[in-house]
């Protein structure tokens, strides 16, 4: 009970933690309200954790919020971070890697090396050619623009945009979509939402009122018990 409550009580934290975290990039408790639940759609569609999923899009939404970009912009870097972290199979800790990546260039409004190379380019693996594509050049003369500061915010959009053509196009999402970890964690998910949902009414009061009461068992009966452990204990010695 208290395994399956602990657990029921962090996913409660955390949905309420990633609402707190909507807000700062909403104009009211309703549309926060909305994204969330837009984003809890996207997770179980493509078979994404939602904890960690709703994180990286309030991360990516903050961001290109204190960037000055539109919100339809933010949606579209969010789907291309989780599109293509289905296509390539990532882990949570990968994909968290990516969507981090994803907020670090909007943060900077450019785009550096680091967040390039080292965090794009050991998970996604076809993100060199396709951003080189995207603006028009090759990879030498990606790398040589990127040097100058030459790379910021337009080519990042255009390059989100690209990637999920190109996850889609090669039908790599769509086999992404289809595996056994996506339909495992999909089940998770409808798992969780119904839990909370519940906990957030009555269920919670209830799992509430049964700690305090086991609480208040175990402490007034330690003298109790006590007693039977040193009766036991004689025994076997």
Known sequence: ??????????????FQAIEATMLSSSASSEEAR?????????????????????????KIAAAANEAGISGDSAKNVFMAATEASVAFGLSADDTAGVMRAFTQILGKQQVMMEELKLQL???????????????????????????????GTEEFLKFATAMRENVRAS????????????EEQRFLNEFQKTAVFAAQGDLEDSYKSLLVTGKDFFKETAQGWKFIADVIGSSLS
Request: charged share 20%.
């Open 34 to 58: 909305k994204k969330f639940e837009w984003v809890q759609n996207i997770a179980t569609t493509f078979g994404a954790p939602i904890a960690e999923t709703s994180k990286g899009f309030a």
């Open 171 to 182: 039908g790599a999402l769509a086999a992404g979509m289809r595996t056994l970890a996506r």
């Open 121 to 151: 380019g050991d998970r996604l693996p076809t993100v060199m050619g396709i951003f080189a594509q995207s603006a028009g050049v090759g990879t030498k003369e990606l790398f040589k623009m990127i040097e100058q500061g030459q790379v």
């Open 1 to 14: 009970v208290l395994a399956g409550g602990a657990a029921l009580r962090r996913s409660i934290s955390d």
